[in-house]
């Protein structure tokens, strides 16, 4: 009966995550539309929602191409381990006071931990391409995720100390209003290092398409490359749903079902600022990446957690 | 039962076959999948045991850290246009010996220490951090210390060549 429940979870992180994948695109073409003024996509379905159902059976028909010299095995089953852990850290997410589907005592660890699976996929897949431009790829994403991990888990761990517990449940039961600008300064740190660890634009420096084609999936196409799409776009909303969760108290001022919409709403407002940022801001240098994780946002990080720290004892 | 029979016999499969992989293999590549798959099987071994915290842990450390940078040495050792790297080994027996007889030794030792030694049900955090941070602060900060002193060690051994 677990084994079951485990399995349609699974099935239903698995759809989220695709069909969040879907109605992303779409919202992401229509943001970045707005952003340089024109109108995205408009006329396929009202206001081009349909665009995607076409892209998608596109994508899946498209040729499945393993270059010649690659390591076949790697190769082709590295991108399940790519998308895999994004799907599996969506488990532990509190989507309203009292429920997640996983309810565990390590939750927000588990949260952080599971996604580093990926990294060593993206390098794998990197590697396995045996393509200069896909091995440069991965050798940034990698750098990249694991420094932007740092600053990310001590912003975390600000609520955390708050908190007093690392189950995501107890997180939100605990969460007051007043901890929204208590903790605003980590909330700012965990979307920015959210943004570095999934990849995105200005932090896309391991996919730059001017000078590394796309960098650690240059040689991959059409469902294998989906995998690694959904991948991006799943780490997104997982992302934004645990900010909303963590920093944002949930469903709070709600419970029950209402709390729910209320968490996706706060989620979407998170996703429609990674967009925002993305569409605004230029691409960093890889050394400028570095320094500002490890010269501002980890110091600052700390200094955030000293406040947190200095107020629990003053309360 | 038949559940936690079923996913402690996947952990140890995964152990005995990524270990299995690593002592074989001669690519290197295949050797780091084989050694992910034996580190995320001891992950699922703490679990089966209620050892959340220490699984998480696990795959945090060891998969997310230790694992991508051996891939990571390897990666920016080897060119990539070289071909694949392999393990050459001109000692097998020697070495088989050598692994035998360290994980006996290791075996036995752990066999007479671990009894008595390990804290009582450390399945939560705060238990391993009450353990760590409490009686064994001493060890647990010297540790850090020797690790710090190894990665000071390493900067000086590489730095006179990569200055510009």
Redesign the interface.
């Known amino acids: 009966m ?2 079951l429940w485990g399995f349609l979870w699974g099935v239903a992180a698995v759809a989220t995550i695709a069909g969040g994948a879907i109605l992303g695109v779409w919202w992401e073409r229509k943001v970045s539309a707005r952003i340089q003024m024109r109108y995205g996509p408009q006329q396929i379905g009202p206001f081009g929602s349909l665009q995607m159902i076409a892209d998608v059976p596109k994508l899946l028909f498209k040729e499945d191409i393993v270059p010649a010299l690659a ?1 076949k095995a ?1 190769f082709k089953y590295a991108p399940l381990f790519v998308f895999g852990p994004v799907a599996v850290s969506m488990v532990v997410i509190p989507f309203t006071a009292g429920w997640a589907p996983l309810n ?3 939750g927000v ?2 949260f ?3 996604p ?2 990926e ?2 996929a993206i ?2 897949s990197a ?2 391409s ?3 431009l ?2 440069l790829g ?2 940034r994403a ?2 990249q995720m ?1 420094s932007y ?1 740092v600053p990310r888990s001590l912003a975390v761990l600000a609520i955390v100390l708050l908190a007093g517990s ?1 189950r995501p449940l107890d997180v939100v039961a605990a969460w007051r209003w007043w901890w929204m600008p208590l903790t605003f300064v980590a909330f700012v740190i965990y979307f920015v290092a959210s943004i570095a660890e999934m990849n995105r634009g200005p932090f896309d420096i391991p996919e730059a398409e001017s000078e590394l084609v796309a960098g650690y999936f240059a040689d991959y196409s059409g469902m294998r490359w989906a995998s690694f799409m959904m991948a991006e776009y799943g780490a997104m909303i997982a992302a934004s749903l645990f900010g909303a969760a963590l920093f944002f108290g949930g469903g709070w001022p709600f419970g029950g079902a209402l709390g729910v919409i209320t968490l996706i709403v706060k989620a979407i407002l998170i996703m429609t600022a990674i967009m925002w940022v993305k569409w605004t801001f230029p691409r960093l240098r890889q050394d400028q990446l570095m320094s500002f994780c490890w010269k501002a946002l980890t110091p600052l990080a700390l200094v955030q957690l000293v406040v947190v720290g200095v107020v629990l004892v003053w309360l | 039962m038949t559940l936690e029979i079923l996913a402690f016999a996947l952990a140890a499969l995964l152990m005995l076959g990524g270990a299995a992989v690593v002592a074989l293999t001669k690519d290197l590549m295949r050797l780091v999948v084989g050694l992910g798959a034996f580190l995320l099987g001891v992950a699922g071994m703490f679990l089966y045991y209620g050892h959340a915290f220490l699984a998480t842990a696990q795959v945090f450390v060891y998969v997310g850290g230790v694992l991508v940078l051996v891939v990571f040495a390897v990666m920016v050792v080897h060119r990539a246009n070289g071909g694949r790297p392999l393990v050459t080994s001109q000692h097998d027996i020697g070495a088989a010996a050598v692994a035998f007889g360290v994980s006996g030794m290791l075996v036995m030792s752990l066999r007479e220490s671990v009894g008595g030694w390990l804290p009582e049900s450390g399945t939560s955090g705060s238990s391993i951090a009450q353990e760590l941070l409490g009686g064994h602060l001493v060890a647990f900060e010297l540790l850090g210390v020797l690790l710090l002193v190894a990665l000071v060690a390493v900067l000086l051994i590489v730095g006179p060549g990569e200055r510009r």
């Open positions: 677990t084994l390591d790697i565990t005592s390590v660890l588990f952080l931990a599971v580093s699976i990294v060593i390098l794998l590697w396995a045996h393509n200069t896909s091995t991965g050798l990698t750098a694991i991990e690392l």
